[in-house]
């Protein structure tokens, strides 16, 4: 491979390892504000214990979600500078106001929250966990802003003498037909996690350890499971106006997500497909009739064009070139999105059955190993469906990196060789490798040991009750 596919590589792994944390960053940083509100309108010390408890896995993860998005930005001007020079303009201005607005929001009232314990008034305190909350989406809003600029750029013109896209409207950046889409699709997906997360602890703790804190565990199963359930059906919603969107301006991606290579009208949606060797054309497939024409288009009997013809569109636009992504990858990762998360609610569902009219599930039964299996996967599909989802929406737009502006092969740095990305790379896979570790350590310790003890301390004897001593 040359220095081009080992930086795809290296921004893959990292981008993919950094949305690890984000959605758990997101999601968990409502509910937890959520538990918090609930405590603090009931009294109800459960609420208390469950705020302390997931807030602590909270920032463990914010953690963690700091430290990789740190590294990941780096790589634009080592990796990526020609890319870097032709969009700094335009790319630059989002990824500024998340750092300088919405990531020092959520920074300076999280401290304010973590050490404001007992020493702020409670809705004071209460509005600083908020506050961090709506940062996290805010933050997440402006890199969804700019990726969306590569999907669909505009506001911006050509500047032929510099040789770079320079910005004209930031309104219609930040007004992006796939941003407005894209932003609620990807919280609806951080929801999906952070609740998955939550009913996934408590239903172990209700398992493994039953009698202990029950009222707790099984109102954060209850929470974190409905959360999941609810998100599922907005990712379902928001996905759907997003395939239409998508298929407006990157036809070739709506295309390449059903492997249809001739334009069809209607057009089925294959569940599952073999093709030949070469992918150009399958050998069994189990379709839905039309679905495809709805999702694309809103209607059954739409026209969905194939890869073939939008192949030879754009080689009349662009240019000589192949222009297909890599249809196995978007194919399967189009479906193992959907497959994933579909998975996650069942099991959410599953929990709310579980739990029903003050039930608690038995380990002992067999309905209860089988829910301590599905708990503990509760946790990874929707992190799994997050992963495909982002390989299909960038391996989607291959070839371009800016699409119908800039080909992936002409955004990487010339002077950075393929020995100094792998060196890099190998670097970097290490050191995550050991952030993982440390990661999931922390993560198992905290969510093992429970829900804390909030009973307030004893109180202290008046210095005439204590007995002398001396101290050395």
């Not at 409207?169 to 796939?178: G, H, I, Q, Y």
């Not at 009222?215 to 599922?232: F, Q």
Request: hydrophobic fraction near 50%; glycine fraction near 10%.
């Amino acid at each position: 491979m040359d220095a081009t596919d080992l930086a795809r590589w290296q921004f893959g792994i990292v981008t993919v390892y950094h949305f690890l944390f984000v959605p758990i960053t997101i999601g968990m940083a409502f509910l937890v504000a959520g538990f918090q509100t609930a405590w603090v309108r009931t009294g109800d010390e459960k609420w208390l214990k469950l705020t302390k408890f997931y807030g602590k896995l909270f920032l463990i993860n914010f953690a963690m979600g700091v430290v990789t998005g740190i590294v990941q930005e780096f790589q634009f001007g080592m990796n990526w500078s020609e890319y870097s020079r032709f969009v700094g303009d335009i790319f630059g201005a989002p990824l500024a106001m998340e750092a300088l607005l919405a990531f020092f929001l959520e920074s300076t009232f999280l401290g304010l929250w973590i050490f404001g314990w007992d020493r702020l008034p409670k809705k004071i305190h209460l509005a600083c966990i908020w506050i961090v909350a709506w940062g996290t989406v805010l933050s997440a809003a402006f890199i969804l802003v700019a990726n969306s600029w590569m999907q669909n750029p505009v506001g911006f013109k050509i500047n032929t003498e510099r040789g770079r896209a320079e910005l004209t409207d930031f309104w219609a950046v930040l007004t992006n037909k796939v941003a407005l889409i894209t932003i609620p699709h990807t919280i609806a997906g951080a929801f999906l996690t952070g609740g998955g997360l939550v009913a996934a602890v408590a239903v172990w703790h209700l398992l493994r350890r039953p009698g202990r804190d029950t009222a707790a565990y099984r109102s954060a199963a209850k929470v974190g499971a409905w959360t999941t359930l609810v998100a599922m059906v907005a990712l379902a919603l928001t996905g759907d106006v997003q395939g239409k969107v998508m298929t407006e301006v990157q036809p070739m991606k709506m295309a390449a997500a059903e492997a249809l290579y001739t334009t069809e009208q209607p057009a089925p949606f294959s569940l599952f497909t073999v093709g030949t060797l070469d992918g150009s054309r399958p050998v069994y497939a189990l379709e839905l009739p039309d679905l495809l024409s709805f999702l694309a288009t809103g209607t059954f009997d739409g026209q969905v064009q194939g890869i073939n013809d939008l192949q030879a569109e754009y080689e009349a636009r662009y240019g000589p070139g192949d222009y297909k992504p890599n249809i196995p990858v978007t194919y399967w990762t189009f479906r193992l999105m959907i497959g994933f998360g579909a998975l996650a609610s069942l099991i959410a569902l599953w929990v709310l059955w579980a739990t029903r009219k003050g039930r608690a599930p038995d380990v002992h039964t067999r309905g209860g190993r089988l829910l301590l299996g599905g708990a503990l996967a509760l946790p990874l599909l929707p992190l799994l469906a997050n992963s495909t989802g982002w390989i299909f929406t960038e391996m989607g737009r291959q070839p371009w990196i800016v699409f119908g502006q800039m080909k992936t092969a002409m955004a990487a740095s010339p002077s950075v060789g393929s020995g100094d990305v792998i060196t890099s790379m190998v670097v970097f896979t290490l050191l995550y490798g050991a952030l993982a570790v440390v990661e999931v350590g922390l993560l198992l310790k905290y969510a093992k040991a429970g829900v804390p003890d909030v009973s307030p301390p004893p109180q202290a004897e008046s210095d005439q009750d204590r007995p002398l001593a001396f101290a050395y």
